[in-house]
């Protein structure tokens, strides 16, 4: 290589250098580094100095190391330099982790890829150095230690001055002389903590990284269409803002019915011995939120998609457009409800629900959303007269999703029936209509009750859906009876249904009270002990009385 070509070279790189992306630029400048710059200027002198190697050896500053006899000369010594220098240099960017001292750089590099939208890269960058970027993130320099150490103490120093006594009682004296203190220790504290910086950059940069990979909606929207799974990752870590970006998340990934939550749903079927889901590792969503609950209990998974049902629900009143839920059935079940906002929704809190009660997770995880499902359900429900055979079981596919939560709540309440006794989150306090927000079983038959209050009570609903519902009530109520055990928890059901969960407020008692009357009187009994039927008929009949 002679010097033609070392400056052809030099010519080359620096145009390239200057008609690339600023995207690529600020990637060269995160890689390369301060050492990096170094072995390509050691490099580059290197050569140089050997192609004026005769005009160094006349001054007398070039080692007598006698290459000639090995055939090397000036060009091919050039040659053995710069590859050296290649070789190095890949190396060392093969070696370069992501550090304080090139923090920034790489938030310049995050920030102009998110706003290029070039999410490819984004990713591939954030997922590699996304254990370094937690370090940096919760981590502070010494200095920032030291100076924070300062002023924690640079306030009283009494207790330089007195003797103390150490844990084992036996008394400790000063080390240094008091005036060692006043003199120089107190002032030197004190100029220190003036000059130390009070604000971390490097912390400061790795916060804005997290803050826009996690925050932006838009960055957000890709990882849950493009990279589903690397938000699990980053779930891992231990940031401030992952409770926000996993609202935001899970809310993308339903308002999308082609996403990972929709497919993971529907294949993610498969009941324990015990009515309990199982969890494939393949399914890496459900698996991470649900196979340990606490975890879904943690980032409190029930509010984001809790509010976007109801959010589908008003959508679909407002909406000028025909509802399809209004429709009838056709292959709604087989096909149809996997790819439906509402009951991918439905089916989801089943998921949640029955996890946190199978784990003995002691909080009810927002199944108190069921009765606001319901509500919404029942106001825009308007049948296509046209269609809509009203005589079928579902008439509706919003009859379905009304049958599939109150299914849903008496498979969780039925589950007394074979969890052990001593189970903490099914331990019943008491048989009234009374919050007990650790009990699973308990808030799903108050929850139920609510829902009856407003199913019964709607103009909307007709006699026959109505007892067909109260017929998969009043079986939960009579298995309980005659499960050993259970009878409590029969009776706060019952306590539950006759006060519409919490209480009456709002409607008539007379007519809600002769509608399950009416509904019960519907009811096939006759499977079922007749003592038990008589009883609640007496109370049923006591109750409508009172009212």
Known sequence: MNLESLVTVASLIAAVYAIIPRARRLEISFRFGFFGWVIIVGGFLSVVYLQFYQTFKILGLTPDLNLARWGINQNNASFIVLLCTTLTLYIYILLRSLSRSNIEKFWELVLELSQERQYAELFYLTQKYIDRIESLYISEPFWVRLKNYLVRNSGDFSFYFDDFTSNKGRRKRRILPIWLYEKIIWPVNKRLSLILPENNR??????????????????VQAIASRKPYFALQVLQKNFYENQKFIEI?????????QSVLYFEIKNNQDIGSRDEYIFPERNRLLHYLFSDCRVAE??????????????VLDRLYSDSL??????????FMEQGQWESEITCGIIFFDIMVTSALYQNICWHMWLYYFPHFVEKIIRNLNPNDKNVDLSDEWPTRYHYCISEIVSILCKWILAVEHLPSDQENIQLKNISPSHENENIPKSSLLTLGGVLKKLLTS????????????????RCYFDLMQKPGCKNYAIALMNSIVNGGFGLYSISAYEYLSILIDTFEYF?????????????QSLLLNKLNEA
């Open 202 to 219: 490097y912390d400061n940069s790795a916060k804005n990284i997290i803050y826009e990979l996690l925050l932006n909606e838009r960055i």
């Open 249 to 257: 998340y899970l809310r993308l990934l339903a308002s999308d019915t």
């Open 298 to 311: 943690k980032y409190q998974v029930y509010r984001p998609i809790g509010n976007f049902v109801t959010h």
């Open 322 to 331: 025909s509802d399809p839920y209004n429709e009838p059935m056709g292959d």
């Open 459 to 474: 103009q909307k609903i007709d006699f026959r859906f109505k007892a067909y519902i109260m017929g998969t009530v009043y």
């Open 524 to 536: 096939d009994r006759i499977p079922y002990d007749l003592e038990i039927s008589q009883n609640v």
